[in-house]
Each structure stands twice: as structure tokens, then as C-alpha cells.
């Protein structure tokens, strides 16, 4: 079974420039996360979609951040303009449902550096 | 609200030596307790979970942890490290299932683990 996939690995850019990052999830995984750790800290959760539509968005900085996931499979998470202050590994996960006892499987992150 | 601390951000270790990864959590309702391991420059991989039930749970790798409630704690725990055991650890928590925080993890800040041969 493949796992979550994430895309780029890596990226550099300099603040108020925008940058997009690519998750698809495990087949048949209705519930996406996406999750940003700092360096030193644990992930915070960003936003969980169900299928097609977001469950919370809560912690997400909606000035800057915005995110998507069309037809309920790839998700999309883009930033604009960037910040010194997001810096940091972008996580993307998956569950195959939200109502039962459930495991999120991580993909490998996605490492931004904002200069 | 719910929160989750580890005491001690980085734990060294001998090889063969016990490892013990302390975590207390806030919770007001009945918890789900998660922890997690990431090696470098990878995902998380979930060691062990917490539900329902019996309150030592056995994971992955040789890796258990006991749910104590009247401590608010869950301590991961290895008789006998090995040195691909060198990995960050966290401990995460969330709402039980039909509440809603259900399926929402709060992470603790992560222990370092380092394995001396």
C-alpha cells in the first residue's frame, strides 16, 4: 500500500513570496490534515478536511494560508505572501474515517525555509 | 481544552539500558492518548494507541505505555533500547469518540532520544 505523498521535499523562498504544496493521501482515506511543526515544537494541526469539505480550519491564519482539496482525493495547501515565521515542516495526513477509532498515517513533510 | 507535556525535551541512553519517555496530559473529558515516533527527515509513525479499556498498551518495536488517570500521565516505556531506537517521540492526546475533539491530535513538544553504544 503506498503511503501519503507530499511534494516538494524542499523549498526555499523569501518572505512575501507564496509557494504551494501537494498531499495525496492513502487510497480511500476520506479524512486529510494538514499540519505545520516548527522546529522544536509538535505539529499543529492547520486544517482537516472531510472528503471535499473542511471539518476545522480553526488554527489555520486565513490572512495568508489557504487550502483545498477538489474531488475529495489531492489537497493543496498554499501560502501567500510568506513569512520569516512559517518557517517550518508542513505535514500532511490521513485517516480512512473520522467517526470510528481511526490512525492517521504522516507523509514525510514537506521542509520550508523563508529568508 | 486539551494540552500534553514531556518532561525532558532530549533523553540519552545506553544501549540495553531502559528507556522511559515521560507524558502528562490535560484533558476534561476521557482521553485518547497517542505516542509517535519520526526519524529524520521523515513522517510520524504511530508506536501505540490508547482507546478504551486495557490500560497497558503494547505497540511497535518492543515499545509499551501504561494510561494512568488518577496521574494524568502516559509514559512510553522499553525494557531494553537498541540504537535504532534514536528517534524524536511524542506523545499526543484527543477527545474521545462522538466528542468534539474527537480525531483533532494535540501534540506534546517532542523528547529526543539518543542511544549510546
Known amino acids: 500500500e503506498a503511503g501519503v505523498a507530499q511534494s516538494p521535499r524542499y523549498k526555499i523562498i523569501e518572505k512575501r513570496q507564496s509557494v504551494a504544496f501537494w498531499c495525496n493521501p492513502i487510497?480511500?482515506?476520506?479524512?486529510l490534515y494538514w499540519y505545520q511543526q516548527i522546529l522544536g515544537q509538535g505539529p499543529k494541526l492547520l486544517i482537516q478536511f472531510q472528503n471535499n469539505g473542511v471539518v476545522d480550519d480553526s488554527q489555520l491564519p486565513k490572512d495568508r494560508f489557504s487550502a483545498e482539496r477538489l474531488k475529495g482525493v489531492d489537497s493543496t495547501l498554499k501560502i501567500q505572501p510568506a513569512k520569516l515565521e512559517d518557517s517550518a515542516v508542513y505535514l500532511c495526513?490521513?485517516?480512512?474515517?473520522?467517526?470510528?477509532?481511526?490512525?492517521?498515517?504522516f507523509g514525510p513533510g514537506t521542509r520550508l525555509t523563508v529568508t | 481544552a486539551q494540552s500534553v507535556t514531556q518532561l525532558g525535551s532530549h533523553v540519552s541512553v545506553s544501549e540495553g539500558a531502559l528507556v522511559l519517555l515521560r507524558c502528562n496530559y490535560s484533558?476534561?473529558?476521557?482521553?485518547?492518548l497517542f505516542w509517535y515516533v519520526q526519524y529524520p527527515n521523515q513522517g510520524l509513525q504511530l508506536l501505540l494507541k490508547y482507546t478504551t479499556g486495557a490500560t497497558l498498551v503494547k505497540g511497535i518495536n518492543g515499545f509499551e505505555a501504561e494510561f494512568k488517570k488518577s496521574e494524568t500521565s502516559f509514559h512510553l516505556t522499553k525494557p531494553s533500547a537498541h540504537m535504532s531506537d534514536a528517534a524524536e517521540y511524542f506523545c499526543?492526546?484527543?477527545?474521545?469518540?462522538?466528542?468534539?475533539?474527537?480525531?483533532?491530535?494535540?501534540f506534546g513538544q517532542g523528547t529526543i532520544l539518543t542511544v549510546h553504544p
Open positions: 495526513a490521513s485517516s480512512f474515517a473520522s467517526g470510528q477509532i481511526y490512525e492517521q498515517y
Open positions: 499526543a492526546v484527543s477527545g474521545p469518540a462522538g466528542g468534539t475533539s474527537y480525531g483533532k491530535l494535540t
Open positions: 484533558s476534561s473529558v476521557p482521553p485518547y
Open positions: 487510497s480511500g482515506h476520506a479524512t
